[in-house]
Antibody
Framework: EVQLVQSGAEVKKPGESLKISCKGS????????IGWVRQMPGKGLEWMGI????????RYNPSFQGQVTISADKSITTAYLQWSSLKASDTAIYYC?????????????WGQGTLVTVSS | DIVMTQSPDSLAVSLGERATINCKSS????????????LAWYQQKPGQPPKLLIY???TRESGVPDRFSGSGSGTDFTLTISSLQAEDVAVYYC????????FGGGTKVEIK
């Protein structure tokens, strides 16, 4: 069974750093792209970026380039999304999702989401 | 960037009636070399992650009830729920994957 299990909710202060995770299982982790999607409170879905764990090829939505870093550790089948300095506007639910063997593909499996709250 | 515009923002439909959601892309998402439309639909119920319903504009994901259907080509697409059930209350999103990835703004479906 394909599963993406994300790390738990986080409460942080503005300016702090954060790294959240997404562990894949039940499939060949290195053969599928993993994407990250932001959902701000009460709002829609925004694609942030995508990584191919096989070779760490990473593509970013220009709106998020430089704001976050996407990475993966194929040895432990885990993808990451990290911030070096959080802002209140980063408060959102972040989902990881599995793509396909090509970068342009829909997401067929999703993690349960990680709620990140940034507040002073 | 390809902008995806959904309409309406919300709709209320009686149980057993048809629900129709529209999605328009700012440029064609039809790839001429394979004649495929790079368009997907997702369903998101409250407190849950999105669920893939349809890809290639009209192909149902495995396990999706056949009351859900997708149609359209080029820049104009439609998701139809032929007979609305209570469990279909959700927000529905279209997504293009022709050039990077972008989502529509979502359409909330409720029971009238």
């Amino acid at each position: 069974e394909v599963q993406l299990v994300q790390s738990g909710a986080e409460v942080k202060k503005p300016g702090e750093s954060l790294k959240i995770s997404c562990k894949g299982s039940g499939y060949s982790f290195t053969s599928y792209w993993i994407g990250w999607v932001r959902q701000m409170p009460g709002k829609g879905l925004e694609w942030m970026g995508i990584i191919y764990p096989g070779d760490s090829d990473t593509r970013y939505n220009p709106s998020f380039q430089g704001q976050v870093t996407i990475s993966a550790d194929k040895s432990i089948t885990t993808a990451y999304l990290q911030w070096s300095s959080l802002k209140a506007s980063d408060t959102a639910i972040y989902y990881c999702a599995r793509g396909e063997v090509v970068p342009a593909a829909p997401f067929d499996y999703w993690g349960q989401g990680t709620l990140v709250t940034v507040s002073s | 960037d390809i902008v995806m515009t959904q309409s309406p923002d919300s709709l209320a439909v009686s149980l057993g009636e048809r629900a129709t959601i529209n999605c328009k892309s700012s440029q064609s998402v039809l790839y001429s070399s394979n004649n495929k439309n790079y368009l997907a639909w997702y369903q998101q119920k409250p407190g849950q992650p999105p669920k893939l319903l349809i890809y290639w504009a009209s192909t149902r994901e495995s396990g999706v009830p056949d009351r859900f259907s997708g149609s359209g080509s080029g820049t104009d697409f439609t998701l139809t729920i032929s007979s609305l059930q209570a469990e279909d209350v959700a927000v529905y999103y279209c997504q293009q994957y022709y050039y990077t990835l972008t989502f529509g703004g979502g359409t909330k479906v409720e029971i009238k």
